[in-house]
C-alpha cells in the first residue's frame, strides 16, 4: 500500500519490471480480497494491475498470472472490485496466462470440503480447443499425480447446495453477519484512543484485517494475549498483528481490541 492507503501500482510496477528483466517467464500471485489485509482494489487500480502486467507481456516476457479468490464475493464497501481481476486479465495478450484458483471452503462457508476450482483464461493466436484441451489434461495430471482424486462425497455435497433453491438466501444471511462485523470493526477502531498503539492497514473484505504495531513486537503482543487474556491472534513480522474479526461476534469486537490494547500497555508498562 503506499501512504495514501491505496494500492501501490508504482511499486508493483518496478518489482514486475526487474523481475521480468532477465527471465523469459514470471509468475504472479494475486489475492483478494487479500490475506491478511482484507484489501480488496477499486476497479481503477485493478485495471492498473491489468496494464502493468500486460506491459511486461507485450514487451516479450510470458507471465502466468495467478489469481486466488478464496474469500470473493465478501466485499463490505462500494469501492472495491466485485469482480475477479481474472476476468479483465483475458484476452490481453498471448503471453499473458490468466488462472484463477478459487473453492468452497470460504465463500460457500464450507470447511473441510476441500473443493477447490481452477480456470484458465489464455489468449490464442490460432488454436484455441486444442491448447485448452492440454491445459486439461496438464491439469488432470497433476491432481492424479499429487491428491489422486479429489473427494466425489465433498464435490456432490457443493453441487448440490449450489442447486438449492436456498442456497442464494443463506449465502446472503452469512455474508449479513460478517459484514455485519467488518463493519463493527471499522467503527470501533475509529476510537482515537487506539491511535498511540497501532494504526490499521486498509480493509474493505474478506475474512481477516491487520493491525500494523507501533509501540511493541508483534510476537511478544501475541503470547502474551494469548498467555494473559486466552485472545488468539496472529503475528506477521515484527510490527503486523492478524484479526479474523470472521469469527467474532459482532457485540464482542470493542472488547477484542480494548483487549489488545491492554495488551500493549501490559507490555510497554
Ligand atoms: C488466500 C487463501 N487462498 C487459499 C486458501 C486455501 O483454501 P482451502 O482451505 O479451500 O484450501 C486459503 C485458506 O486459508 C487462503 O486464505
Not at 26 to 35: E, K, Q
Not at 71 to 76: R, V
Not at 181 to 204: G, I
Request: charged share 25%; hydrophobic share 40%.
Amino acid at each position: 500500500m503506499d501512504c495514501q492507503g491505496n494500492f501501490n501500482l508504482k511499486s508493483f510496477e518496478t518489482c514486475e519490471q526487474s523481475e521480468a528483466e532477465n527471465r523469459e517467464k514470471i509468475i504472479v500471485i494475486r489475492n483478494f480480497p487479500n490475506i491478511p489485509t482484507g484489501y480488496t482494489p477499486n476497479p481503477e487500480e485493478a485495471d492498473g494491475i491489468v496494464h502493468i502486467l500486460a506491459g511486461v507481456a507485450q514487451a516479450g516476457t510470458d507471465v502466468l498470472a495467478v489469481t486466488d479468490d478464496a474469500y470473493f464475493g465478501l466485499f463490505y464497501d462500494d469501492n472495491a472490485l466485485k469482480e475477479s481481476i481474472f476476468t479483465k486479465l483475458i484476452g490481453r495478450d498471448p503471453r499473458l496466462l490468466a488462472l484463477k484458483l478459487d473453492g468452497a471452503t470460504k465463500e460457500n462457508f464450507a470447511w473441510g470440503l476441500r473443493v477447490g476450482f481452477v480456470t484458465y483464461g489464455a489468449t490464442f493466436i490460432n488454436d484455441s480447443k486444442g491448447a485448452y484441451e492440454a491445459l486439461e489434461k496438464k491439469t488432470a495430471g497433476a491432481v492424479r499425480g499429487s491428491i489422486s482424486n479429489a473427494s466425489h462425497l465433498s464435490q456432490e455435497l457443493v453441487l448440490r447446495s449450489l442447486q438449492s433453491e436456498n442456497y442464494a438466501a443463506e449465502k446472503e444471511e452469512k455474508f449479513q453477519i460478517l459484514e455485519g462485523r467488518a463493519r463493527e470493526v471499522s467503527r470501533v477502531l475509529a476510537d482515537s484512543k487506539y491511535q498511540q498503539a497501532w494504526e490499521a492497514y486498509p480493509f474493505n473484505s474478506g475474512y481477516f484485517m491487520c493491525l500494523k504495531l507501533k509501540t511493541v513486537e508483534a510476537e511478544r503482543l501475541r503470547v502474551h494475549l494469548l498467555e494473559k487474556y486466552g485472545v488468539g491472534l496472529i503475528s506477521l513480522g515484527k510490527t503486523d498483528l492478524r484479526v479474523a474479526f470472521s469469527c467474532i461476534d459482532q457485540e464482542n469486537v470493542r472488547e477484542l481490541f480494548d483487549t489488545v490494547l491492554q495488551g500493549v500497555k501490559d507490555l510497554k508498562g
